[in-house]
């Protein structure tokens, strides 16, 4: 299994640009969140996902669009990209959709600065 | 709304040390508590977890255990070494709901030789 898997790795976008964050997971994990990272706020979410079709906001969904067409996917959107959307951003994955104790398995983060 | 209080980085210890990570949390119920490591480069690992009450996590030799009567859920290891250097993050989840993983706002640990 390749786990949670995330792309790119690093992206530098030009304040207006729009682009695409990509997760997927082989776990056939129903829940899927994304969050960002930044110095000395610990992680925030932004947007889950409980399965397929459904989606809800988070902490910090502004700016940010995403949706589940499958259970592997789980792309998030941003449609005009600030500088204040600087920051790392990591998806997550777990199974049961919830759960006492459910562990989330992370991607490796995509670092995205927005000039 | 619920929140995880741990202690301002970085924390430099040298090898061998002994390590105390402190956690708090706020919370209205009873969520569980786990325990990520961030190294550098990489994403978070979950390294242990606890569910209840009076619960021991435990995993590479580090430990926690769910206090609810302080709220509390520290992180310690009896002899740290330089592999040990990562971000540390405390984090609580109600598995009832659908809402993720709230954080704290990570500690940094520095282990020297």
């Known amino acids: 299994n390749a786990g949670v898997t995330q792309t790119p790795k690093f992206q530098v976008l030009k304040t207006g640009q729009s682009m695409t964050l990509q997760c997927a997971q082989d776990m056939n994990h129903e829940y899927m969140s994304w969050y960002r990272q930044d110095p000395g706020m610990g992680l925030r979410l932004i947007h889950y996902s409980v399965g397929a079709g459904i989606t809800d906001q988070g902490e910090v969904p502004n700016g940010y669009n995403v949706s589940r067409s499958t259970t592997e996917d789980f792309p998030l959107r941003l449609l005009s990209a600030a500088p204040s959307q600087t920051s790392v951003y990591f998806c997550?994955?777990?199974?049961?959709?919830?759960?006492?104790?459910?562990?989330?398995?992370f991607g490796p983060g995509t670092r995205l600065t927005v000039l | 709304g619920d929140s995880v209080t741990q202690m301002e980085g970085p924390v430099t210890l040298s090898e061998e040390a002994f390590l105390t990570i402190n956690c708090t949390y706020t919370?209205?119920?009873?969520?569980?508590l786990f325990w990520y490591v961030q190294y550098p480069g990489e994403g978070l690992q979950l390294l242990l977890k606890a569910t209840k009450a009076d619960d021991k996590g435990s995993n590479k030799g580090f430990e926690a255990t769910y206090r609810k009567e302080t709220t509390s859920f520290h992180l310690e290891k009896g002899s740290v070494q330089v592999s040990d250097s990562a971000v540390y993050f405390c984090?609580?989840?109600f598995g009832g709901g659908a809402d993720g993983l709230t954080f704290g706002k990570g500690t940094h640990l520095i282990i020297q030789p």
């Open positions: 919370a209205t119920g009873y969520p569980s």
């Open positions: 984090a609580l989840f």
């Open positions: 997550a994955s777990s199974r049961p959709r919830t759960g006492v104790g459910t562990e989330q398995f």
